[in-house]
């Protein structure tokens, strides 16, 4: 059975564009993957605490020789581990604040971010070890980006998601929204034709 995994990174809980995208598109997989198991995962109101001496420090002491309460920070963050891992298909909706990712979207990615876990250090250089995702990121904007330099946030998302081993990653962008409603209104156009051909 398919699993996918929707993962809501904005800050704002009513009336974000990337949420409600990102929910018409796993709607979309839903009717391309009869039965499809869907997982819904709000950063917004399950929030992640930001990396700071408590969260490295569990990270980055040996099992066994963890405190109770580094075994219940690791222990959330091996649970979001075991939650990508079980995806077939990941959708993310991530609008853009400030020319990168949300905080909420970071500190998840801080939380997956896991040496020896997601990733691991060859002779080679690094390698992902999270494999065979297919992703579809969903990125609202309030002016157009795309292509410019910019957009930091689209080579940032795929820079990360390739150091865990997620290579396979579609953008889904949704531009303009602030700047008129024609524009807003095409920007939504344009973003619903491009879930129509997923």
């Known amino acids: ?3 996918i995994l929707q993962i809501n990174s904005a800050a704002r809980s009513q009336g974000a564009q990337s949420t409600l995208l990102a929910t018409e598109l796993t709607a979309k997989l839903q009717q ?6 869907v997982v819904v995962r709000d950063l917004l109101a399950d929030a992640l605490p930001h990396l700071d001496d408590a969260v490295l420090g569990a990270f980055f002491t040996p099992a066994e020789q963890r405190t109770p309460e580094q075994q219940a920070i690791a222990a959330r963050s091996d649970a979001l581990i075991a939650e990508l891992q079980a995806a077939d298909i990941v959708v993310i909706g991530a609008p853009m604040y400030n020319f990168g990712v949300s905080t909420q979207l970071k500190a998840y990615f801080d939380q997956l971010a896991r040496a020896g876990i ?3 250090y060859t002779e080679n250089g690094p390698e992902g070890l999270v494999k065979g995702k297919k992703v579809y990121v969903v990125s609202a904007r309030g002016g157009k980006y795309a292509g410019t330099p910019a957009d930091s946030q689209t080579p940032y998302i795929k820079t990360f998601l390739g150091f865990i ?6 953008f889904i962008y949704a531009e303009g929204l602030n700047m008129g409603p024609d524009a807003a209104s095409a920007a939504l156009a344009g973003a619903r034709e491009a879930i129509a051909t997923v």
């Open 32 to 37: 391309s993957n009869p039965g499809a198991k």
């Open 118 to 120: 997601t990733f691991r």
């Open 1 to 3: 059975m398919t699993t």
């Open 165 to 170: 081993g997620i290579t396979d990653v579609d």
